[in-house]
């Protein structure tokens, strides 16, 4: 089975630019979930959909949003970027909702923004 | 509010040895651990998890030893090879919380030859 896969692997944006990154699960996975790695705040929690329904979200401001599709595709989109956006936004996918603990991740999309 | 701690943040061991690397946790709900694995450039890897239901879980060279009681869990890595350097987190999930996993900050390992 092919793994999670995550475009654009890279990323470069400027300030007040919006920004949209894409996550395509491994087949059969109906849970995404989304999360920002930086050096300094680690692995944070955003937001997990099933069912193109978001059940959780974390502590971060509506600047972050998300989707999902009916093919169990994900977007997340950040609007009005800040200098501290810059991470790397990886995305998990787990097989369904009672076994939406065992995750795994994509390779993730470096976001750089000037 | 970090509710999961993790350390040391760094560790070097050498080729053949031991790497031990622990976790604390508060939050009593939490009901899987899993520890993942993360190289450069990298996503993070599902290395190996535990419920608590279970005191000890062995795959291959990886060990997790848990201590409910304690709310303290550890990832033993025997026979370290330089291959296993890495960064390593351990992480937390918490049922009534969708798709959340809570992660420890991290511990980067260097195994030297």
């Known amino acids: 089975k092919a793994g999670v896969t995550q475009t654009p692997r890279y990323l470069i944006k400027t300030r007040g630019q919006q920004v949209t990154l894409s996550c395509s699960p491994i087949?059969?996975?109906?849970?995404v979930s989304w999360y920002q790695q930086t050096p300094g705040q680690g692995l944070q929690f955003l937001f997990e959909y099933f069912s193109e329904t978001q059940r959780n979200k974390g502590n971060f401001p509506g600047r972050f949003s998300g989707r999902q599709f009916s093919n169990s595709r994900s977007e997340m989109n950040v609007s009005t970027l800040e200098l501290g956006d810059s991470a790397l936004y990886l995305c998990?996918?787990?097989?369904?909702?009672?076994?939406?603990?065992?995750?795994?991740f994509g390779p993730g999309t470096r976001l750089t923004v000037l | 509010q970090q509710q999961v701690k993790q350390s040391p943040q760094s560790l070097i061991v050498q080729k053949g040895g031991i790497s031990i690397i622990n976790c604390a946790y508060e939050?009593?709900?939490?009901?899987?651990f899993p520890w993942y694995q993360q190289f450069p450039g990298k996503g993070p890897a599902l290395l190996i998890a535990i419920r608590p239901d279970v005191s000890e879980k062995k795959e291959g060279r990886f060990t997790i030893s848990f201590n409910k009681s304690a709310k303290q869990f550890s990832l033993h890595i025997m026979d370290s090879q330089p291959g296993d350097s890495a960064t390593y987190f351990c992480a937390a999930h918490d049922p009534t919380s969708y798709g959340k996993l809570t992660f420890g900050q991290g511990t980067i390992l260097t195994v030297h030859p």
């Open positions: 939050n009593t709900a939490f009901d899987y």
């Open positions: 998990a996918s787990s097989l369904n909702r009672r076994d939406t603990d065992t995750q795994y």
């Open positions: 087949s059969g996975h109906r849970s």
